[in-house]
Structures are given as structure tokens and as C-alpha cells.
């Protein structure tokens, strides 16, 4: 089973409700850099992760209960009322707290193998239900592509996508915890703004030239980011001095995206920023589908 990285092409983030949760509008994007997961019928829940890159700090993955791994695979389950344990395997590329998703991409494709391996036939809107969940994000792991999200990011809606998008990701060794950089939004922002997404983004989406979207890339949170990382702001200049068009924080960081021409662009700026010293780079493209399976025995 292979599930997809996500990026945020647009994050628009609202006050903070009364249940501590900030509404949003996005607009996601599944591209070419992968987590699979392999599943086997076993007596007991287990997880072992294995690291496909240097980007991927193995450390910060948990091999107990609290994986969302697990978690998707016992939800799974009592949402049928089975008692039924399974052994899951992780080949990990996304980066961890790397603001791709990373860990919702190991429930969605958890859930869409487990689905299959014990033949439930759970009906899509229950997956969906099911992934909502487990986190904001595990639902749009599901279902791949571009697609707007809303609520906290749960409640997704495929778009029109004509375009094949290139991106170079800028992986960070340091992660950056989400409620941090939503604290420092939190701080920093100064009253209400509109940040709903704008129409015009949409018909972009619709054309193949990418020089009609980079004009409403966004990332409500990158201001935050910067605040509490300096360092990712030199990362985007870096970008932009080795030929990007746009440069974009991925959700709430601290992976950095360089956007690109097409694909030979986008190796050429990969090139030129690993002179530069940003070694720990990948070119990819979107959209692309969501949590599916690749082998099945």
C-alpha cells in the first residue's frame, strides 16, 4: 500500500475557535514522495518502521500503541466489531513533523490495506469518517489529487487539476512542532482577515501553465515559521536565488518548497541549491493519487 505526501499550495488560517482548534481553508496537494506500508494478520498489534532517507529521523517515530498506525488499525476494527490485530510495516520517506503528513499518510494507507486484507468493504464516506478522526489531514491521504479542505482540514473536496505541478522540497534536520508555530500565529496575528480562498485560485488549478498559480501561493503560517526559525526564511531566499519561481512553506513547516517550471527546473534548482549547501533536497510532482494499493497477496 503507498500513500502520498501532502502540500499545502494554499493555508488560510482563521482565530482560534473555543475549542482550540483554528478553522482553515486549504487547498491540498498529494505529490510523488511516498510512504508504504505493508500489512500481515497477526495475534498482536505491532509497528516497525523502516527509513527510506536521511531526511527521515527514525527517533521521533513511535513503535508502540501510539502509532497513528496502530490507532487507524483499531479504529478500523471497531468500527466493524471485529477483534482482529495485524503487523504493519512502514517504509518511510515522508519526513516526520516535517508538515507533509507524514504520519496521516501511514493511516490512510493502514486503513485502505487493512480494509482489503480483511475483505470489510467499508464504504468510502465511513474510511473518511474513520480517518477524521485519527487527524485533519488523514482524510485527504485518502483521497489524493488537489482538493480543498475545511473545518480543521477534514472535510475535503476533490478540485479540477489540469496542471502536473514541480516542486523541489527543502527537507530540514530540525523539526518544528505545529502547536508552536500556531501559538506564534496566534501572537503575531493582529485581527480578523479573509483568509478564504480565492476563486481565481481555482480556475488556475484548471490551466496547465503554472505561471497562472504562483501568484496565489500561500501559507498563512510561513510569517510564524519565520518568527521562530529564521533559518527557513534564508532557506526560501536560497531558493529563489537558485531560479524557484515561488517559494512556500509546507503546511506548518519546516520543510520548505521551491516551486518550479517543470521538471528539468526543478532538478536544476535542486542542483544549484545542494552547491549551496541544502544537500537534503527532492524533486517531485502533483498531483498524484491518493492512499492505493501497489501489491496485494
Request: hydrophobic share 45%.
Amino acid at each position: 500500500m503507498r500513500a502520498p505526501a501532502k502540500i499545502n499550495v494554499y493555508l488560510g488560517v482563521g482565530k482560534v475557535r473555543d475549542d482550540g482548534f483554528h478553522p482553515l481553508e486549504t487547498v491540498y496537494q498529494a505529490v510523488s514522495l511516498y510512504d508504504d506500508v505493508t500489512v500481515t494478520s497477526a495475534e498482536e498489534w505491532s509497528v516497525t518502521t523502516m527509513v527510506g532517507g536521511p531526511h527521515v529521523d527514525h527517533l521521533a517515530i513511535p513503535d508502540d500503541a501510539t502509532n497513528i498506525a496502530i490507532r487507524a488499525g483499531k479504529a478500523l476494527a471497531a468500527h466493524h466489531g471485529i477483534d482482529r490485530a495485524a503487523s504493519i510495516e512502514v517504509n518511510k520517506n515522508i519526513p516526520v513533523a516535517g508538515g507533509m503528513a507524514g504520519g496521516s499518510a501511514d493511516a490512510a494507507a493502514t486503513l485502505v490495506a487493512l480494509d482489503r486484507l480483511w475483505a470489510l468493504e467499508t464504504p468510502d464516506e465511513d474510511l473518511l469518517a474513520i480517518a477524521a478522526e485519527l487527524g485533519s489531514d488523514v482524510p485527504f491521504a485518502l483521497v489524493g489529487g488537489t482538493a480543498t479542505g475545511t473545518g480543521r482540514g477534514e472535510i475535503v473536496t476533490p478540485l479540477e487539476d489540469n496542471g502536473s505541478w514541480w516542486w523541489v522540497v527543502i527537507f530540514n534536520e530540525e523539526g518544528l512542532s505545529t502547536p508552536s508555530v500556531y501559538g506564534a500565529y496566534d501572537l503575531l496575528e493582529e485581527g480578523d482577515h479573509d483568509y478564504r480562498i480565492r476563486p481565481e485560485m481555482l480556475d488556475a488549478l484548471r490551466s496547465p501553465q503554472p505561471s497562472g498559480l504562483d501568484v496565489f501561493l500561500y501559507n498563512d503560517l510561513e510569517t510564524a515559521a519565520f518568527y521562530l526559525r529564521p533559518d527557513l526564511e534564508r532557506t526560501a531566499e536560497a531558493a529563489l536565488e537558485c531560479g524557484a519561481i515561488m517559494t512556500l512553506l509546507s503546511g506548518s513547516g519546516p520543510t520548505m518548497l521551491a516551486f518550479a517550471n517543470d521538471a528539468e527546473d526543478a532538478r536544476l534548482i535542486a542542483s544549484r541549491l545542494g552547491g549551496r549547501g541544502y544537500e537534503r533536497t527532492a524533486v517531485v510532482h502533483g498531483p498524484v493519487a491518493g492512499a492505493h494499493v501497489v501489491a496485494y497477496q
